[in-house]
T-cell receptor, first 116, second 114 residues
Framework: GNSVTQMEGPVTLSEEAFLTINCTYT??????LFWYVQYPGEGLQLLLK?????DKGSNKGFEATYRKETTSFHLEKGSVQVSDSAVYFC???????????????FGGGTRLMVKP | DAGITQSPRHKVTETGTPVTLRCHQT?????MYWYRQDPGHGLRLIHY???????DKGEVSDGYSVSRSKTEDFLLTLESATSSQTSVYFC?????????????FGPGTRLLVL
């Protein structure tokens, strides 16, 4: 079956530090990959996505590249801000079950805390 | 933001009582999903719907049932709540082909079963 593994947190950084959150996946087909972000007390918001190998998703200074050879989709940001403090979820979309639309499999989430 | 609301937003109930959570969308998306979020597990799919009266089980469906009598509403019922069902519940919607493969999430319902 499909699975997503991401680094455990919490990750604590100082403002303007470089961020990497690792994500690796196992899938039977050719999934699309996503990063979602959850701010305190809120639902999940799509941060970025990539639909095929070597695609780079980017948004709000965050980037992630779909690496099929290493089955990875690591999230990076060059300079984090206090406002980036949140929980980040890596996910993949399985197109195998047509009735389910695009079934998402999530990683366990990584909490990021950015200190001023 | 996608038009998704969940009600109630918070609920405290006792073991053995029935509980129904509601998800309402104004986007006319075909697919709707119920997830639960627990520490260390990310989000896990409970049930999903691919159309009115068309539903199926997800990864953690035991103890839950769903109904969808119209496009905009997707109900999740705990027939007899247990403490293990204490969690945060999220509804999501998607419309493949229109919005790509993206799922849009509601604000969540925090449920405490005593």
């Amino acid at each position: 079956g499909n699975s997503v593994t991401q680094m455990e947190g919490p990750v604590t950084l100082s403002e303007e530090a470089f961020l990497t959150i690792n994500c690796t996946y196992t899938a039977t087909g050719y999934p699309s990959l996503f990063w979602y972000v959850q701010y305190p007390g809120e639902g999940l918001q799509l941060l970025l996505k990539a639909t095929k190998a070597d695609d780079k998703g980017s948004n709000k200074g965050f980037e992630a590249t779909y690496r099929k050879e290493t089955t990875s989709f690591h999230l990076e940001k060059g300079s984090v801000q206090v406002s980036d403090s949140a929980v980040y979820f890596c996910a993949l979309s399985d197109r195998g079950n047509n009735n389910a639309g695009n079934m998402l499999t999530f990683g366990g989430g990584t909490r990021l805390m950015v200190k001023p | 933001d996608a038009g998704i609301t969940q009600s109630p937003r918070h609920k405290v109930t006792e073991t053995g009582t029935p509980v129904t959570l509601r998800c309402h969308q104004t986007e006319n998306h075909r697919y709707m999903y119920w997830y639960r979020q627990d520490p260390g597990h990310g989000l896990r799919l409970i049930h999903y719907s691919y159309g009115v009266k068309d539903t199926d089980k997800g990864e953690v469906s035991d103890g839950y049932s769903v109904s969808r009598s119209k496009t905009e509403d997707f109900l999740l019922t705990l027939e007899s709540a247990t403490s293990s069902q204490t969690s945060v519940y999220f509804c999501a919607i998607s419309e493949p082909g229109l919005a790509g493969e993206t799922q849009y999430f509601g604000p969540g319902t925090r449920l405490l079963v005593l």
